[in-house]
């Protein structure tokens, strides 16, 4: 049987080495269109063009970030860090950076809820893209004139690296509100002075109330005054006028506070069932006949309108506070209408140890008050029950011991670690079971 014409080779026997001749027809067509004069390859022959790399968006890094933690930010949870120094990367985002091992913290795996100390290196992994922005304009803070400026600074009674304390006049506000435009949170930018840092609110005073108000210069102080105003170890002290005069000169009030349904929250009441537990006391200072007497008041407790609320709650309003005293809570004459509640004195601990200890001079209007009923300025000051000397009793006697265990038993279990160190030194170092 005839075969057909096959050509050179076809059919005949291969050289051994030689490339199949398919794949030589191919390597032919391969060479050809690596050539400028040869003809253009075929559309299957045609190489895929390789993928873009994605661009980042605007503002969005590609690139692994270090940070070094701040002296403010010691001891802070690493959640906390992030809402601090990258408020745009959300909770949910660190933690799934977390959970796959990106975040890290000296090179180690971090969880949201560790606790950075300064110095360490903080790896965060690349930004992401954020979704579309709204096209809400967003609110800017107005410039502060300098008149505003000026004000505000001559407002202020104490200045240190950590904290600001000012004299706060009646008839200013502490933070905005409805139909409130002045406030003290909107003067914050005329505090920062040698900080490149806005101040932050750490309490508030009542918007008709005067006096001493506490404001941090950093983060790390406002978490620390935070800290110490809710564990209830700051020392507040007021002085007001009150109608009438408390038969008991040095009291405690013990009532319970709560907002007064259908007036929005505007408005406190004493409420035994459904109130929060709030306690102050008072000590009467000096008294006009049975019209009026001087206070020193102290809150043990931080509710809204405390002091206004109890002190109209045992029949005794303060002067001029007509939303807890009504037509009751003002004295004829020559005393103002205008509400006698100063806060003159404010002593904290300190972030960098020692306190905060500092006295607000009153207004006009309540310092004038004094005068017309006859007080005497210099019987105000009274002195706090432990800065009155006595002799210990055995409450205190118990506490001094105990701190004194405390202190013998972290002695020996620094012993017993260095002797645990010193003891892997000699047998090589090797690891100690846990």
Do not use: C
């Not at 001749?21 to 040869?38: C, Y």
């Not at 913290?105 to 903080?122: L, N, S």
């Not at 009150?242 to 907002?259: C, F």
Request: proline share 7%; no cysteine.
């Amino acid at each position: 049987m005839k075969g057909k014409s096959s050509g050179p080779n076809r059919g005949g026997p291969r050289k051994p080495g030689a490339a199949p001749q398919g794949r030589a027809r191919g390597a032919v067509k391969a060479a050809r269109a690596r050539t400028p004069d040869g003809p253009k390859p075929t559309a299957k022959a045609a190489a895929k063009p390789a993928p873009a790399k994605a661009s980042p968006g605007k503002g969005v890094s590609l690139d692994v970030r270090q940070f070094r933690v701040g002296a403010d930010d010691d001891g802070i949870r690493l959640d906390r860090w992030f809402q601090r120094h990258l408020p745009d990367i959300g909770f949910n985002t660190v933690s799934r950076w977390a959970r796959t091992g990106q975040l890290r913290v000296d090179g180690a795996r971090a969880a949201p809820g560790d606790r950075v100390a300064e110095g360490q290196a903080i790896r965060v992994p690349p930004a992401e893209p954020k979704a579309a922005e709204s096209t809400k304009p967003k609110r800017v803070r107005p410039q502060l004139t300098d008149d505003q400026i000026a004000f505000a600074q001559s407002l202020v009674i104490h200045r240190d690296a950590q904290a600001i304390v000012i004299n706060k006049p009646p008839g200013l506000a502490t933070q905005g509100g409805t139909k409130t435009d002045d406030h003290v949170d909107g003067l914050l930018d005329a505090l920062e002075f040698e900080l490149d840092q806005r101040p932050k609110l750490v309490h508030r005073l009542d918007k008709d109330t005067s006096g001493a108000l506490l404001i941090a210069r950093t983060a790390r102080s406002a978490a620390f005054f935070a800290k110490t105003f809710s564990s209830r170890t700051a020392r507040k002290v007021y002085w007001a006028i009150v109608m009438g005069v408390p038969s008991i000169e040095d009291g405690m009030i013990e009532l319970p506070i709560a907002k007064q349904p259908g007036t929005g929250g505007e408005k406190m009441h004493v409420d035994e069932e459904e109130g929060l537990p709030a306690r102050s006391r008072y000590r009467v200072i000096e008294r006009a006949g049975n019209r009026a007497a001087w206070v020193e008041l102290q809150p043990y407790t931080g509710r809204t309108h405390q002091l206004r609320v109890h002190m109209a709650a045992i029949g005794h309003p303060i002067v001029g506070d007509g939303k807890y005293g009504g037509k009751e809570a003002f004295l004829s004459g020559t005393i103002s209408r205008k509400m006698h509640l100063h806060a003159r004195r404010i002593r904290v601990d300190h972030p960098d140890g020692d306190r905060v200890d500092v006295r607000a001079e009153l207004p006009d209007h309540f310092a004038a008050s004094l005068v017309s009923l006859g007080f005497d300025i210099h019987a105000g000051d009274l002195p706090l029950d432990e800065e009155i000397a006595r002799k210990p009793t055995r409450e205190d006697e118990k506490k001094v011991a105990r701190a004194h265990a405390k202190q013998i038993r972290k002695g020996r279990k620094g012993e017993r670690r260095a002797r645990g160190s010193s003891g892997e030194a000699k047998s090589g170092g090797g690891p100690r079971r846990k």
